[in-house]
């Protein structure tokens, strides 16, 4: 019989799951918060189950023996050394939509305080004043919402502003029209939204993409009056700047429940009339906590009695025999979509899969899983194998599979084809004998790339001078190269070069070789390798 320890405060209902399904379980509460007592009895137990006091580090798995799968109840986990447990062979899954309706129910707890002033009138009205003629507020009926971000948590908000008879415009570059028209909002682009909103919600993770989407600039495109709400997370808007702005009366309010800097002890926004600001509420209900719970022990008791996995962030849903077989395809294939993720700044309408060969005979579910979760990963940095098909087709993006006989030199590859309402971009690669994966193609050119953690990606009009203006502007500004593949198709055509770096590039250095005008393109990648 599988032995779990629950370290942190589960629901005895969850705790009933384990013993229901035929697992052993010690439900120690306070466990997690005893680094030293944890590490001498976590060599008993196949399975963890925590949620944010029980730190997993290197350190305390040195000493789990026998620990197979780690179970966080909630999204985060930050408290997780992921890699470490990688390395040990412990599966860490969380679950990533426990707290979905709870966080939308909060941005419109947030939305309507705002609009009505109402923490302020309560503290008013505890005072045994009566300022009735002081909180005049507004009615959201009829008023016009902008959503930044219509995945999981935006789509639950766009359907209860709709139940309001709000007006909803969204924007999600991720976001298809047949998409948006089914959640029954108009897509527009970010500068729309900002100019058109009187009310404007974020629901987008944070990334290099996101952060400060609300920044000093977009902040003065909004509408004179607009009422600002963000559950999501810290980092997405520029609070110095809504803070000068509420204070100018451009901003008529606005509500956070999160911040850059937390816990937030001070913030430009505190003592600001017409803010209204909770210390990250979002997933604090009864019911989302409870949610979470019973959906932990549910997978963990599925992993270790049947085999499983479900919401697992560090390892595919394969089976052990396909896993020594599939590992290094798995990877290319996370590669390649991750290329596809990073190139496209436009809505995706489909991606399209070929498999050619060997690859073909394999789990096709889990490579199409591995493909989608690296082209969601450039918008949200902790979708995994599991959740980036749900999240895929929330957004409306269609998936198409096709395989074939071997037909190249190649015993096998994989090629994975964008489409967007503008373009279509494709790349390609496979598996060399060493088991490392390569690209072997891009935009049609064929290339022999290694892929590494910094890359660089140009296109250019094959003239001369190209080259020489690359090497010499990345080495004026001591960027190093490890590595330099170029491609063409046809002398005077476009020609592509792929870059492998030391280090991350700087955006001063991509603006560096922009500015040459050399390039047609000139966009920076970053790979898990």
Do not use: C
Not at 130 to 143: A, S
Not at 334 to 339: A, E, P, S, V, Y
Not at 374 to 395: F, I, L
Not at 486 to 509: Q, S
């Amino acid at each position: 019989m599988p032995k779990v320890l629950v370290s942190d405060k589960l629901s005895e209902t969850a705790v009933q799951i384990f013993r229901d399904r035929g697992v052993e379980v010690d439900y120690l509460p306070d466990l997690g918060k005893d680094k030293e007592k944890l590490a001498e009895v976590i060599g008993q137990y196949d399975g963890l189950a925590i949620r944010s006091a029980t730190k997993v580090t290197a350190k305390l798995l040195e000493h789990a023996t026998n620990l197979k799968v780690i179970g966080r109840a909630g999204i985060g986990v930050d408290n997780v050394d992921i890699p470490a447990a990688s390395k040990k062979g412990v599966i860490v899954m969380n679950t990533p939509f426990g707290n979905s309706v709870t966080t939308a129910e909060h941005a419109i707890a947030l939305m309507f305080a705002v609009a009505r002033q109402l923490p302020e009138a309560s503290v008013s009205t505890h005072e045994g004043k009566w300022e009735k003629n002081r909180f005049m507020g507004v009615e959201v009926f009829n008023k016009t919402l902008g959503i930044i971000g219509a995945g999981n948590i935006g789509s639950i908000v766009i359907d209860r502003a709709l139940g309001l008879k709000m007006k909803v415009l969204a924007y999600d570059p991720f976001l298809s029209e047949e998409r948006a028209k089914e959640l029954g909002v108009k897509k527009v682009e970010l500068d729309e939204l900002l100019a058109k909103a009187d009310f404007i919600t974020l629901h987008v993770p944070l990334t290099e993409k996101t952060r400060n989407i609300l920044s000093r600039e977009n902040l003065a495109k909004t509408k004179k009056g607009v009422r600002i709400v963000n559950a999501a997370r810290g980092g997405l808007i520029d609070e110095e700047a809504l803070a000068e702005l509420l204070k100018s009366g451009h901003v008529a309010g606005a509500a956070l429940d999160v911040f850059a800097t937390e816990p937030a002890t001070e913030s430009p926004l505190f003592g600001l009339p017409n803010v209204v600001v909770t210390p990250h509420l979002g997933a604090s209900t009864t019911e989302a906590q409870e949610n979470v719970a019973l959906q932990v022990a549910e997978q963990m008791s599925d992993y270790l009695l049947t085999g499983a996995v479900q919401n697992a962030l560090n390892m595919p849903s394969v089976t052990a025999e396909e896993a020594a077989t599939m590992g290094p395809w798995l990877k290319l294939a996370g590669h390649l979509g991750t290329f596809i993720g990073q190139m496209t700044d436009e809505p995706i309408k489909a991606i399209n899969v070929l498999y050619d060969g060997s690859v073909a005979e394999m789990n096709l579910k889990a490579l199409n899983a591995a493909v989608i979760a690296g082209v969601m990963k450039a918008t949200n940095p902790d979708v995994n194998m599991v959740s980036a098909p749900v999240m895929a087709a929330e957004r409306g993006v269609q998936l198409q599979t096709t395989t074939q006989a071997k037909t190249g030199v190649f015993d096998g590859y994989i090629k994975v084809t964008m489409v967007t309402d503008k373009r279509e971009r494709s790349i390609a690669g496979t598996v060399f004998s060493d088991g490392k994966p390569r690209f072997i193609q891009i935009r049609g050119i064929n290339v022999d790339a290694e892929i590494g953690a910094h890359m660089l990606y140009t296109r250019n009009k094959d003239v001369p001078g190209v080259i020489g203006a690359l090497g010499m502007t990345l080495g004026d500004l001591g960027v190093n190269i490890a590595n330099f593949t170029l491609g063409r198709t046809h002398a005077g055509d476009d020609a592509i070069a792929i870059l492998y770096l030391d280090e991350a590039m700087a955006p001063e250095t991509v603006e560096a070789l922009r500015a040459t005008g050399k390039f047609l393109q000139v966009r920076p990648l970053q790979f898990e390798v």
